[in-house]
């Protein structure tokens, strides 16, 4: 912690979200003042303890209003845009979120004079079918187009103890009488613990980066889809089907669920359309140093983190290991 860094202003759009709230962490141990973006303030509170008395506030921010963006983001030394959707629901749009916010969001900050971290997604691409990863391309044209020296971070899938992938399936393994291998469960992932991402971005606001570079992030280690399930189920103590769901029945099963209002689908049409590619980090970017360890981060293994958060889904419960399945 240097006093450098207390005279700096970081504002976190989505500070409270799974990502987020492990950057709000990482940058409060270095010392710098944060401020916290974020619709609902008053559910962010429990981000207070992680700094020291002032050190972080809250503002209340929704991207979908350019008012509220320009208002977060004055004053700010870095503003870090953390803002993503898996899946529609309301008002709350893959173009409004993740295209007209980010946009929003880099606007303001040029306006402010403010660097940018911008966070994005391996497989980001404007042309796509898929609308998440249209809109995750649509915007990195705009920022690069707007602020040439934002830096943007393309994760692969993202680990941690509030994941939505390890924790998903587990919770299924509770009841289900068998876990869905969309595509057979040959599409590959990269891995990558949320507290790497959080240094990562420290690191860049330490300035121990290249600005305007795209840097994409992934773990130690490619695994298949079933082999992340095979992973979480043997952490858990569970023994579960694994049925190969051809591509065209996951997605009517996405399109159905998606019509269930006010809940989060198992899946959607459009995460099958991502589901059809492989989501790791190119060889273009490890050969050009765009990635993790260039960012000064040694990536983590998912069978170091995973039995931290998964061990309440055994079914003795987390004090005890039976080596039975269920």
Do not use: W
Request: positive net charge.
């Amino acid at each position: 912690m240097t006093i450098a860094n207390q005279t700096k202003l970081v504002t976190v759009f989505g500070g409270s979200g799974f990502v987020g709230r492990h950057i709000v962490r990482a940058l409060a141990k270095r010392g710098y003042r944060i401020r916290v973006a974020v619709r609902r303030p008053d559910l962010a509170g429990f981000l207070q303890p992680a700094g020291n008395v002032g050190q972080i506030s809250f503002v209340q921010a929704n991207l979908r209003f350019r008012n509220s963006v320009d208002r977060a983001v004055q004053g700010s030394d870095y503003v870090i845009n953390c803002v993503g959707i898996l899946f529609e629901n309301g008002r709350n749009k893959f173009d409004s979120v993740q295209d007209f916010g980010a946009r929003a969001v880099a606007e303001a900050a040029r306006a402010t004079g403010a660097k940018l971290i911008h966070m994005s997604a391996i497989g980001a691409d404007s042309g796509s079918s898929s609308d998440y990863a249209r809109t995750k391309g649509l915007a990195e044209k705009a920022i690069r187009e707007i602020l040439p020296d934002a830096t943007i971070l393309r994760p692969s899938i993202v680990f941690g103890p509030e994941d939505e992938f390890f924790n998903k399936f587990a919770n299924m393994a509770r009841t289900a009488p068998f876990l869905p291998l969309v595509g057979g469960g040959k599409t590959a992932f990269q891995p990558v613990y949320v507290g790497d991402i959080a240094e990562g971005v420290a690191n860049i606001v330490d300035g121990k980066a290249l600005a305007g570079r795209i840097y994409e992030l992934g773990g130690p280690e490619v695994l298949t889809f079933r082999q992340c399930l095979e992973i979480m189920l043997s952490e858990i103590d569970r023994q579960k089907p694994l049925v190969s769901l051809p591509f065209s029945v996951a997605s009517l099963v996405g399109s159905l669920a998606s019509l269930v209002p006010f809940i989060a689908p198992p899946i959607t049409a459009d995460q099958v359309k991502l589901l059809k590619r492989d989501n790791v980090v190119s060889k273009e970017a490890e050969s050009e140093g765009r990635t993790l360890a260039t960012l000064g981060v040694t990536p983590t293994l998912v069978a170091s983190i995973i039995p931290s958060y998964l061990v309440h889904y055994r079914p003795a419960g987390q004090y005890a290991r039976t080596g039975k399945a269920a």
